[in-house]
């Protein structure tokens, strides 16, 4: 019998815990040509090697891969995982367990209809349904689908030719997943209407209202508003409330995106942000985002229950089979899109099972102050600016401003200047392996810098000053000859 491969496993605690030590830098950043020039041996896989070489090949590889676990990774709005979350990840995928049928995964269906369970109640629709997906992108395909199979259940068999034209409703500063399903589920990207946006980032309510009767007008067929709680740039959070009235009276399907921002709700203080959620017809929330559940971890909710399978069973006989030895209502994989599908639940039911409600609403209210100290922090600090001072989710975006740009007058040629400025400093932070962070323009703004602020490791003060450092103090290397 082989047993090759065995003894490996052995080796794999010690290399993650070498490879991801405090002393190890954030980012030996190489370029991709001089990557795979140092790599190409390690990458090789022509000829096999032996454990001690694989081994020096894996460490060889994470030694150029980003540490994710370092408070300096805030380079997106996923950031270093839930320890519990951790443990619950190697658990699933040493089990290699798919969640399609009761018999290959009993407890962990059980899982997951507990946890969409608890969740449901948590963001007030007790008694709907959900699934857990491999993201907001693709849960955001699963509520199109609801939506338009609960208008015209018939695009299931016949497709879309004698439809009416369908549109949806979306803010300008919503996430771009929207535009990739309205091509995937045959609506088209043109059937997109973007909504302005107010200067906090919220959908402008009359601006929705005013875009519905011009496509009434046009003959065309408002199936779905998105509203987003939680944008992935300003962390802005639509006004639920009033969204939900427009949806009511056109008869439109209410989608909430909170696959940033519904961390929120975890706090008994905070999930008045997202008050009017409880109207939605469905809802996307990310754990792996903000509140550190490993990738891929993602809900998707709907009000009505029955409807996930409805539109998306396909009673595939061979996996399915109706005369089985147990009650086959849960084998609840006919519900999704996948066959094979991978328990994401267990990962976030280790941590909700080791923090409680009680926990998580205390880490989530923390790093919400967290927040709002770097906020005050950057307003007062001389040479940033903020983009928007309202702090709705825990998103700060601001400019830097070194020194030699300041006191000067602000015309387009010196916003054009900070427009290349901020690239520049970021790749100076990431040159040095001080600090990871995002940017973008937006809209009318220049390229800014966006600190968002994640569960894990729990930040103290300190490390918000230390970030904010690193950034004067790299951005004070930034000259004009640089950019
Ligand atoms: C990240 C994000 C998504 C997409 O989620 P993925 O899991 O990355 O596919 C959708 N909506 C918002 C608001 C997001 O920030």
Redesign the pocket.
């Known amino acids: 019998m082989d047993t090759k491969g065995h003894s490996f496993l052995d080796r794999v605690f010690n290399i993650l815990k070498d490879e991801t030590a405090d002393e190890v830098p954030l980012i030996q950043f190489k370029h991709p040509k001089e990557l795979e020039e140092i790599l190409s041996n390690d990458l090789d896989i022509s000829i096999n090697v032996d454990d001690k070489e694989l081994e020096n090949s894996v460490r060889k590889i994470l030694q150029y891969s980003v540490k994710t676990n370092k408070v300096t990774f805030r380079n997106q ?1 996923y950031g270093p995982m839930d320890p519990y979350g951790l443990a619950g990840t190697w658990i699933a995928e040493a089990f290699n367990t798919s969640q399609y049928t009761f018999e290959v995964a009993p407890v962990f269906t059980l899982i997951e209809l507990k946890m969409i369970e608890h969740i449901l109640k948590l963001f007030g629709i007790p008694g709907g349904d959900g699934i857990f997906s ?7 395909l699963y509520a199109l689908v609801a939506a338009r199979f609960k208008k015209f259940p018939e695009v299931k068999s016949k497709g879309m030719q004698k439809l009416p034209e369908m549109t949806i409703f979306t803010s300008e500063d ?2 771009y ?1 929207i535009i990739k399903a309205a091509h995937w589920l045959g609506f088209g990207t043109e059937s997109v209407i973007s909504i302005k946006t107010n200067s906090s980032g919220q959908m402008i309510v009359n601006e929705l209202n005013k875009a519905i009767e011009r496509q009434l007008g046009l003959g065309k067929y408002p199936v779905f508003v998105n509203a ?1 709680a ?3 740039v300003l962390g802005a959070i639509d006004d639920l409330e009033a969204i939900a009235s427009v949806c009511k009276k056109y008869d439109i399907w209410m989608h909430v ?1 909170a ?3 519904g961390g929120l709700m975890l706090s008994a203080t905070l999930r008045k942000r997202l008050q009017g959620i409880q109207f939605a017809d469905s809802i ?1 929330w ?1 754990p ?2 903000m509140i550190g559940a490993p990738l ?1 971890c ?1 809900i998707f909710l709907l009000k009505e229950k029955g409807l996930l399978h409805e539109a998306n069973a396909a009673a595939a006989q061979y996996l399915f089979q109706q005369d089985k030895f147990y009650d086959v209502r849960y084998d609840t994989g006919d519900k999704s899109v996948q066959c094979g599908r991978k328990i994401d639940s267990f990962k976030l039911w280790m941590m909700w099972k080791a923090r409680g409600d009680i926990g998580l609403c205390k880490v989530m209210d923390h790093v919400m102050s967290i927040s709002e100290f770097c906020l005050r922090s950057i307003a007062e600090r001389e040479g940033f600016r903020l983009v928007s001072d309202t702090l709705q989710c825990p998103n700060i975006c601001f400019w830097y401003i070194p020194v030699f740009m300041r006191k000067r007058e602000e015309n387009d040629e010196w916003w054009a200047l900070i427009h290349k400025i901020t690239p520049k400093l970021k790749e100076l932070l990431t040159l040095s392996s001080r600090l990871m962070i995002a940017y973008t323009p937006l809209r009318h703004h220049k390229n800014f810098f966006r600190l968002a602020f994640t569960f894990h490791p729990v930040l103290e003060e300190n490390h918000v000053l230390e970030i904010l450092k690193s950034i004067e103090e790299c951005g004070e290397m930034v000259n004009t000859d640089m950019v």
């Open positions: 709005l491999p993201g907001g992108s693709v849960s955001m919503s996430h997943s987003t939680g944008t992935t995106d696959c940033w921002g996307s990310n792996h985002k891929q993602s």
